[in-house]
């Protein structure tokens, strides 16, 4: 929201937008055979980055073992120290610092390593830039993005949105379906280009926005029982 500081938004507490990424990772990484049993303490060996995220994911969700933020936070500072070209260690670190998960909260070092992964391709970073920017939650005029590419908040969101949806990340789509049902960022009301964005998204991987997003266009559109079919799709996906 215009003027409001950055303090006072809270950013990703429903694990929605970042955590997708994060579950994808862990899907790809789950079938890894570790080379020990999870224990509460670190075990003392791991070969590889993948088994390091996965472990750290662990710590950091709770999953088969305690919640441990300070090990989550050595275990992802690790693989992105040795591999800086690693962008789901950068996200993941992002994601501790700007909820204060063992870290001091800081949206300013989150969203360096947000553009560190943007640099290197991420589009879940190109995500978060542009909902960075349309929040406001960092100074647009001392920011590490080039200047040839900003003008003001608004357009930089879009930008980095439209970035996002040209590489396949399904979020940016339903968040363009959402700007332009809702006439956000300086764009009028668009049904028509919102269910096009929304529908994308859904094509892409059954997005629960997206499918809410076509839901709320039935609805509109009063037909009523397309609407109540896409509505308990997105219930079924957990929105």
Do not use: C, W
Request: no cysteine.
């Amino acid at each position: 929201v215009a003027g409001t500081k950055a303090k006072e938004h809270p950013v990703m507490n429903d694990n929605s937008e970042l955590m997708e990424q994060i579950n994808l990772l862990n899907a790809k990484i789950s079938s890894l055979e570790m080379k020990e049993p999870i224990k509460d303490d670190v075990p003392k060996t791991y070969t590889s980055n993948q088994e390091k995220l996965y472990l750290g994911m662990k710590y950091l969700d709770g999953i088969d073992s305690r919640v441990d933020y300070k090990l989550a936070y050595e275990l992802f500072s690790q693989v992105a120290e040795k591999d800086n070209n690693n962008t789901e260690a950068k996200l993941l670190l992002a994601k501790m610092y700007e909820n204060g998960f063992y870290v001091d909260k800081s949206y300013s070092k989150a969203f360096e390593l947000y553009h560190d992964a943007y640099e290197k391709g991420s589009p879940a970073a190109m995500y978060m830039l542009g909902y960075y920017a349309e929040n406001r939650f960092y100074d647009i005029n001392t920011s590490k993005i080039q200047k040839k590419y900003v003008e003001d908040y608004e357009k930089t969101a879009m930008m980095f949105y439209t970035k996002a949806s040209e590489k396949g990340f399904s979020n940016a789509y339903a968040r363009l379906g959402f700007i332009y049902e809702n006439g956000l960022l300086g764009y009028e009301v668009d049904p028509n280009a919102a269910y096009e964005n929304y529908k994308k998204s859904v094509d892409i991987d059954e997005n629960p926005k997206g499918l809410n997003g076509i839901g709320n266009y039935y609805y509109n559109s009063q037909n009523y029982t397309m609407a109540i079919e896409n509505y308990r799709k997105a219930m079924k996906l957990g929105n």
